[in-house]
């Protein structure tokens, strides 16, 4: 691997940012710091960014009394701030809105409907708004969305321009059974497979009703679907920012099992209709709950990043978001289930390890340290590898218990002398590395024990977790 180009969805702005949409954009996050180490810094293009157009947005623009291009400017603010809190370092941010993307999505529609891949038809269907698509019979249960029980289902009859995603379909299907793209867990690549397979349907890839959208470049009298238009930030984005051209096709896409119907088959359909690279892995991770109830407005169970990182400081949060649950699988969360893990891994785990260690080796020269043996390393870069940053924090939580169980058990508080310097210096490797370790994770705390253990001296620890 010499590049390696990352996205995250790109999040609707008709609400603000919500825990879900922290865990996706904090795992992104961790993957591109960490192969920015690996591979080089300009090596490495993360992106991610927010999704403005639609019926859901223009309704909330309308809900709000605003102009919906004012309500979006404000929304995505939020979004920005919002990583730059929990130290999201990508490379850029875009934005449906922006003329630069709307220009790439008309060009590309063109293209398409140039193939003759595009075709006019009258459309009756019913319409939900939440999921921003025509939902086919199986997806009616008792006459509403399984996804949004509370919504009314908008019955539309109106003219639309389709995409003829039937004929595509077979070149998806091949695609995918040959791992020209890979859509992992093996079970979302089961569950998309069958899917393709019980048989695909034409799409409606414009809208008339809807005037808050990209104008059909052959036809201004309708806009083009949210979906398409959104789909396609990850490719305007390499055209969009300077000298990104050459990071086509990205490496990793990190998406929840929400969408995957989008990624999985819609997107790679366009794409081999553009005879374009695909994606090289699609990893789908689930949803979590709170509490064991679906995350809603309505319960009013939303769960706010900016809140919880208040708690728990920005790297706390992001550590416990990231081991809540295996990554790719369904999880629940909770205040008080967090508030346990931060307790016992972090303040009296890693926290307390440092002032430990720090406290131990206050005068002791630290000049001849030998440099940290890295075999644990080749486990994190597989876990990693494997989508797991789960399991690398694993590997490094299992080496801060060891240390710590080492500790107790030598006493080095008990030694004097030369026997005491020697033991507490055979810390400091493995303290070194657990910094470095958990720098793509936890940015600022690995800069903090660094700081400690870095010089020829022990520097005072900062506080790193207070006990809650
Ligand atoms: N705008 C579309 C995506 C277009 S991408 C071309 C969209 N936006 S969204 O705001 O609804 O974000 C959905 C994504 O947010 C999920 O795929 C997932 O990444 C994240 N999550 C939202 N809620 C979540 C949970 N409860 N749990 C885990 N992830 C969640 O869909």
Partial sequence: MEKFYVTTPIYYVNDRPHI?????????????????VKLGDDQVFFLTGTDEHGAKVAQAAETAGEDPQVFVDKI???????WEKLNISHNYFIRTTDPRHTAVVQEVLQKLYDQGLIEKRQY???YCVGCEKYLTSTEIKDGKCELHPNAELVAQEEENYFLKLSELAPQVLQALENNDYRVLPKERREEILSRIKAGVEDISISRTGVSWGVKVPWDETHTVYVWVDALLNYFSATQIVKNKQEFWAPDLQLLAKDILWFHGLVWE???IALKMKLPKDLFVHGFFSIDGQKMSKSLGNILEPMELAERYGVDGLRYLLLTAFAFGNDGDISVEKFDVKYNADLANGLGNLVSRVAKLAEDVDLSGVAKADDSLDARIEEALKNYRPDEALGVIWGEI??????????EPWKLVGEERTKKVLSYIPRLR????????????TAAKIEKVFAGDTVA???ALFQRL
Avoid: C, N, S
Avoid at 76 to 82: K, L, N
Avoid at 401 to 410: E, I, P
Avoid at 433 to 444: D, H, L, Q, S, Y
């Fill in 124 to 126: 009756k269907g019913m």
């Fill in 460 to 462: 005072r620890p900062e």
């Fill in 20 to 36: 879900g949409h922290a865990y996706t954009t904090v795992a992104a996050d961790v993957f591109a710091r960490y192969w920015r």
């Fill in 76 to 82: 995505a603010q939020e979004y920005m701030r919002a």
């Fill in 269 to 271: 359909a366009i794409l």
């Fill in 433 to 444: 590395w657990v910094a470095g370790a958990i720098r793509p994770f936890m940015p600022e």
């Fill in 401 to 410: 218990g060891a240390l710590d169980k080492r500790l107790d058990d030598d």
